[in-house]
């Protein structure tokens, strides 16, 4: 069989439209195939660093929001630990006793398996 694609055949006219599609000729005079996909790839990469530049926004908002939250977290634990410890310095036996109660509490808990 021959290397030549037969004149007059579909494989001939196959073989000369994915030659022009390569090429990237238009016969109609319009852009051509590589003209437009360089188009659609700097759309999309405009429109993908827009998207990009918004999720980075969002995500270093939603970090400061976070850390606000977690120093107020913070700062009200440490003001209940203080309340606490200064109920206890006050009248320790009560607190002696409530940590008892919620030891044997537990200890029945845990017995019960």
Do not use: C, W
Not at 39 to 68: F, H, I, P, W
Not at 87 to 108: C, E, I, N, Q, S
Request: proline share 4%; hydrophobic share 45%; glycine share 16%.
């Amino acid at each position: 069989m021959s290397d030549k694609p037969m004149e007059g055949t579909a494989a001939a006219a196959v073989g000369a439209h994915s030659k022009d599609a390569m090429v990237g000729s238009n016969p109609a005079g319009g852009e051509s195939l590589g003209d437009t996909a360089n188009k659609v790839s700097a759309e999309a990469k405009e429109v993908l660093g827009k998207a990009g530049d918004s999720a980075a926004s969002m995500a270093r908002s939603a970090g400061e929001s976070l850390s606000r939250a977690g120093g107020q977290a913070y700062r009200q634990g440490a003001q209940a630990s203080e309340a606490v410890g200064g109920m206890v310095r006050a009248d320790p036996l009560p607190a002696l006793l409530v940590a008892g109660a919620v030891g044997f509490a537990l200890g029945l808990l845990i017995g019960r398996r």
